[in-house]
């Protein structure tokens, strides 16, 4: 579990999060959603000790990021699985390299773990026999399959995922979606997704936390937020007509 309470940052005299507080739940899919320009960026990099808030805590599982010192928070790194919004594969390796890496920089296993660990990987996120491929060769939904295979190698505690569905067609975000929480269920892990995708909020979206102009505005679940009275959140959730609708059919539909 990581625990934010109450964080205040800003930069050039600008206040950019307000008294910020949120729970992110181990083995659930926890979303951060909002405007671009809402504070969710800096809340993300703060989380994982990239911008050093000048209030509050940042708790993994009781730890406090914020009163570490480099070493502490290296350490912590090492329980933290990243997926980047362009998958920042390196091309010039195959697919078994691009997983083996992490293992490679920082475990102690032999050449063979390595590889029959990036193999476990890869198979897990279904792409069994890819091994050789290079980034090139591969489709962009199967391109965030290798980046998840290689989040997961060390076996982190925390996943974070930046817009992990940009760039990709409907159909394939589905799949990483149902990917991203089939791996959060079956490994415990506290999961943290930053993005725009309302197929995902409505999809996996277990624990939702809405960022509005640096507050915090909103907290729920996917079946909560047809139910919301937040002007913004809607504005935001239900802006095109095709999810007005699903909302309009869901909440007409519940009372039968």
């Given at each position: 579990?990581?625990?934010?309470?109450?964080?205040?940052?800003?930069?050039?005299?600008?206040?950019?999060?307000?008294?910020?507080?949120?729970?992110?739940?181990?083995?659930?899919?926890?979303?951060?959603?909002?405007q671009s320009g809402s504070g969710k960026t800096v809340?993300?990099?703060?989380?994982?000790?990239?911008?050093?808030?000048?209030?509050?805590?940042?708790?993994?599982?009781?730890?406090?990021?914020?009163?570490?010192?480099?070493?502490?928070?290296?350490?912590?790194?090492?329980?933290?699985?990243?997926?980047?919004?362009?998958?920042?594969?390196?091309?010039?390796?195959?697919?078994?390299?691009?997983?083996?890496?992490?293992?490679?920089?920082?475990?102690?296993?032999?050449?063979?773990?390595?590889?029959?660990?990036?193999?476990?990987?890869?198979?897990?996120?279904?792409?069994?026999?890819?091994?050789?491929?290079?980034?090139?060769?591969?489709?962009?939904?199967?391109?965030?399959?290798?980046?998840?295979?290689?989040?997961?190698?060390?076996?982190?505690?925390?996943?974070?995922?930046?817009?992990?569905?940009?760039?990709?067609?409907?159909?394939?975000?589905?799949?990483?979606?149902?990917?991203?929480?089939?791996?959060?269920?079956?490994?415990?892990?506290?999961?943290?997704?930053?993005?725009?995708?309302?197929?995902?909020?409505l999809g996996i979206g277990e624990n939702i936390v809405?960022?509005?102009?640096?507050?915090?505005?909103?907290?729920?679940?996917?079946?909560?937020?047809?139910?919301?009275?937040?002007?913004?959140?809607?504005?935001?959730?239900?802006?095109?007509?095709?999810?007005?609708?699903?909302?309009?059919?869901?909440?007409?539909?519940?009372?039968?």
């Amino acid at each position: 579990m990581i625990e934010v309470r109450n964080l205040t940052k800003s930069f050039d005299g600008k206040t950019i999060l307000h008294d910020v507080s949120a729970t992110f739940e181990t083995g659930k899919t926890n979303l951060i959603i909002g405007q671009s320009g809402s504070g969710k960026t800096v809340l993300v990099k703060s989380i994982i000790g990239l911008i050093h808030p000048e209030e509050g805590q940042i708790l993994y599982d009781g730890r406090d990021i914020m009163k570490m010192d480099a070493s502490q928070i290296k350490e912590l790194r090492k329980e933290i699985g990243m997926l980047f919004q362009g998958s920042a594969l390196f091309d010039s390796e195959t697919v078994l390299g691009n997983v083996a890496f992490p293992l490679t920089m920082f475990t102690s296993m032999t050449p063979a773990e390595i590889r029959d660990r990036a193999q476990f990987c890869i198979e897990r996120v279904n792409l069994k026999g890819a091994d050789n491929k290079y980034p090139s060769e591969i489709s962009g939904g199967m391109q965030k399959r290798v980046a998840i295979a290689r989040a997961i190698a060390l076996n982190p505690k925390y996943l974070f995922c930046d817009e992990p569905n940009s760039g990709l067609d409907p159909r394939t975000s589905i799949v990483i979606d149902e990917l991203l929480s089939d791996i959060t269920h079956e490994y415990n892990i506290t999961t943290i997704i930053n993005t725009h995708d309302m197929n995902s909020v409505l999809g996996i979206g277990e624990n939702i936390v809405f960022i509005n102009k640096g507050y915090r505005e909103w907290v729920g679940d996917m079946n909560e937020i047809y139910h919301t009275s937040n002007e913004a959140l809607n504005d935001f959730v239900f802006a095109n007509d095709l999810f007005q609708k699903v909302k309009r059919y869901v909440v007409s539909h519940e009372h039968h």
